[in-house]
């Protein structure tokens, strides 16, 4: 479906929400406070992945050939395209699926509508969008919930498959690691500029090329025992999740700020001003734990704290895989992927070069 004639031009969806995306997650320093008051209910033994390591999904081992991966993610517009909208949340949610190494099964939506505000049809738009992005995934919404909101609010319980023995935990990375990333960095820098009216036809098209494109990759990627760990790259940014797989493996991580790939045009548009009030807040939950190089700008620091919407596979994998995991990121068209580190022995904290 062509987006220019999805939506009223009347109608800017973004208005409606006072953030938008990935960056409308709490900070992670308070996440971090408001985690540590919860717990205490015993885990049963099928709970393969739950909460203690921060990772994308629950997985609970049904039987011996099959777990279950559950996940849900919701956010406000990240743009003003309803269809667009929809599909970027879409497979934003479905990602923590492929980030476990798992095949998505099934998706419930999850729909929160000013509904005297908006008009339906804009509405509909926003449900066919996710539809789409889960009939490419090959998977029914096959229920939900709505509510009337103050905000406009959209995106999905996403339950999926995959092999006990193939879960991919962001935990597992192993010294002499390296690192490899799916997608080009910026999207947070892309929706404050074209919140702004700044970003043009070229750019947004880039975004929703990036947003819309399901990581489908985690799904081949599981099936290598070279690959030790995998996360997806969303709200903290790419410092945050690599934190957080430092914090899991207790290593280092070593990033090379020169071979992070970063989508067209970004830096200019962050030199210019455009950067996210998310990433401020990323830094300030972790930036104590990261030590960035004499040569790493304050443009490229927020290049690294930008909020990922729908964000690229981070993977650490045994220094022989990388060239096996980049031809399966490649084989799915993502042209951006790229080796940007390695794995250390040494504290749990991220260092760029």
């Given at each position: 479906?062509?987006?220019?004639?999805?939506?009223?031009?009347d109608?800017?969806?973004t208005?409606?929400?006072?953030?938008?995306?990935?960056?409308?997650?709490i900070?992670?320093?308070?996440?971090?406070?408001?985690?540590?008051?919860?717990?205490?209910?015993?885990?049963?033994?099928?709970?393969?992945?739950?909460?203690?390591?921060?990772d994308?999904?629950?997985?609970?081992k049904?039987?011996?050939e099959?777990?279950?991966?559950?996940?849900?993610?919701?956010?406000?517009?990240?743009?003003?395209d309803p269809?667009?909208?929809?599909?970027?949340?879409?497979?934003?949610?479905?990602?923590d699926?492929y980030?476990m190494?798992?095949?998505?099964?099934?998706a419930?939506a999850?729909?929160?509508?000013?509904?005297?505000?908006?008009?339906?049809?804009t509405?509909?738009?926003?449900?066919?969008?996710?539809?789409?992005?889960?009939?490419?995934?090959?998977?029914?919404?096959a229920?939900?919930?709505?509510?009337d909101?103050v905000e406009p609010?959209?995106?999905?319980?996403?339950?999926g498959?995959?092999?006990p023995?193939?879960?991919?935990?962001?935990?597992g990375?192993q010294?002499?690691?390296?690192?490899?990333?799916?997608?080009?960095?910026?999207?947070?820098v892309?929706?404050?500029?074209?919140?702004?009216?700044?970003?043009d036809?070229?750019?947004?098209?880039?975004m929703?090329?990036?947003?819309?494109?399901?990581?489908?990759?985690?799904?081949?990627?599981?099936?290598?025992?070279?690959v030790?760990?995998?996360t997806?790259?969303?709200?903290?940014?790419?410092?945050?999740?690599?934190?957080?797989?430092?914090?899991?493996?207790g290593?280092?991580?070593?990033?090379?700020?020169?071979?992070?790939?970063?989508?067209?045009g970004v830096?200019?548009?962050?030199?210019?001003?455009?950067?996210t009030?998310?990433?401020a807040?990323n830094w300030?939950?972790?930036?104590?734990?990261?030590?960035l190089?004499?040569?790493?700008?304050?443009v490229?620091r927020?290049?690294l704290t930008?909020?990922?919407?729908s964000g690229?596979l981070?993977?650490?994998?045994?220094?022989?895989?990388?060239?096996e995991?980049?031809?399966?990121?490649?084989?799915?068209?993502f042209?951006?992927?790229?080796?940007?580190?390695?794995?250390?022995?040494?504290?749990?904290?991220?260092?760029?070069?």
């Amino acid at each position: 479906m062509d987006s220019a004639t999805s939506s009223s031009p009347d109608i800017r969806l973004t208005s409606f929400s006072h953030g938008g995306g990935c960056g409308c997650k709490i900070a992670p320093g308070v996440l971090a406070d408001i985690l540590k008051q919860s717990g205490g209910f015993p885990m049963p033994a099928e709970l393969m992945v739950g909460i203690e390591t921060a990772d994308d999904a629950a997985v609970y081992k049904l039987n011996d050939e099959q777990a279950l991966i559950a996940t849900t993610d919701f956010f406000m517009p990240i743009v003003d395209d309803p269809y667009d909208f929809g599909r970027i949340a879409a497979t934003n949610a479905l990602s923590d699926v492929y980030a476990m190494g798992g095949t998505p099964i099934m998706a419930l939506a999850l729909v929160g509508m000013p509904v005297n505000k908006l008009p339906l049809e804009t509405i509909g738009l926003i449900l066919r969008g996710g539809e789409s992005v889960c009939a490419e995934a090959g998977i029914p919404v096959a229920g939900g919930h709505t509510i009337d909101s103050v905000e406009p609010i959209y995106g999905l319980v996403a339950l999926g498959l995959v092999h006990p023995s193939r879960v991919k935990r962001n935990s597992g990375a192993q010294a002499g690691d390296r690192l490899v990333l799916g997608k080009g960095l910026g999207v947070g820098v892309y929706s404050a500029a074209l919140k702004k009216g700044a970003l043009d036809a070229e750019g947004y098209r880039t975004m929703i090329a990036s947003t819309t494109r399901l990581n489908k990759p985690g799904r081949a990627l599981s099936a290598l025992d070279a690959v030790h760990a995998m996360t997806d790259v969303t709200g903290f940014g790419l410092l945050g999740h690599a934190m957080e797989l430092a914090r899991g493996a207790g290593k280092t991580l070593r990033l090379d700020m020169a071979s992070i790939p970063l989508l067209a045009g970004v830096t200019e548009l962050a030199a210019a001003g455009f950067i996210t009030g998310a990433s401020a807040r990323n830094w300030a939950g972790y930036g104590e734990q990261v030590e960035l190089g004499a040569g790493v700008s304050d443009v490229q620091r927020a290049l690294l704290t930008d909020p990922q919407t729908s964000g690229g596979l981070l993977v650490a994998c045994a220094p022989e895989a990388v060239p096996e995991v980049l031809e399966i990121f490649r084989a799915e068209g993502f042209g951006q992927a790229a080796g940007i580190g390695e794995v250390l022995e040494g504290p749990a904290a991220v260092r760029v070069a």
